[in-house]
């Protein structure tokens, strides 16, 4: 993949975390705990290229995707093209641990495999699918407008990020931290405090004044 193209995979870490996502891509930094493994082996089949047709839909895994125009690439686990009486209909899979999110980090790194497919194949790409490891079923998603339109303010904010090279300053939040496997190299709790103790400081700095 082209060395300019932002990552999909940095889409969803950057919606998620944007300190997460710098970490990682910028930095370089990566741990694994129980989660990660457990997605790890979900993704060792979708990982493997292949290319098997049944029942009349061709399957492909770990499709390599891109978008000049948007300046995003990657590799998709899955894309299924249904066949139609105007040609094949690409239809992305992403596979994830877990269950499905409250935030929509997973459907805005699904919906730019979306976009990609439509610029390499001039065709539009209504929706695909989440397969979530627990529930172990598919969680349609449609790129509508307000999902196309978060998705394009990602690669936005992403691609500034990438550019300044600047990793965002920590801010703990139980719900997102704690189970992030980055939580140790992140130190959001020590490091999150010494930002309030600067601001602090900055304030009593300035009422001597």
Not at 90 to 101: A, N
Not at 144 to 163: H, K, Q, V
Request: glycine residues 6%; proline residues 5%; hydrophobic residues 35%.
């Amino acid at each position: 993949m082209d060395d300019d193209l932002i990552p999909l995979s940095a889409l969803q870490h950057y919606l998620y975390c944007p300190r997460q996502c710098a970490l990682i891509h910028l930095e370089q930094q990566w741990a694994e705990n129980r989660q990660t493994a457990e997605g790890r082996l979900l993704h060792d089949k979708a990982d493997t290229p292949a290319v098997e047709l049944r029942h009349g839909v061709r399957t492909v895994t770990a499709m390599p995707l891109s978008s000049a125009d948007l300046g995003i690439g990657g590799v998709a686990d899955v894309v299924e093209f249904h066949v139609e009486p105007t040609g094949e209909r690409p239809y992305p899979v992403e596979y994830k641990r877990g269950r499905p999110k409250a935030h929509r980090a997973d459907e805005v790194q699904l919906c730019a495999q979306g976009l990609c497919l439509e610029a390499m194949f001039g065709k539009t790409v209504a929706e695909g699918a989440l397969f979530y490891g627990q529930p172990r079923r598919r969680e349609r998603v449609v790129f509508d407008e307000t999902l196309r339109s978060l998705t394009r303010e990602t690669i936005d904010g992403t691609r500034a990020m990438f550019i300044s090279r600047l990793t965002p300053l920590a801010s703990y939040e139980a719900r997102r931290c704690d189970s992030c496997s980055l939580l140790d190299l992140c130190q959001p709790r020590l490091l999150g405090k010494a930002g309030h103790v600067d601001a602090w400081l900055k304030r009593q700095l300035q009422n001597e004044d």
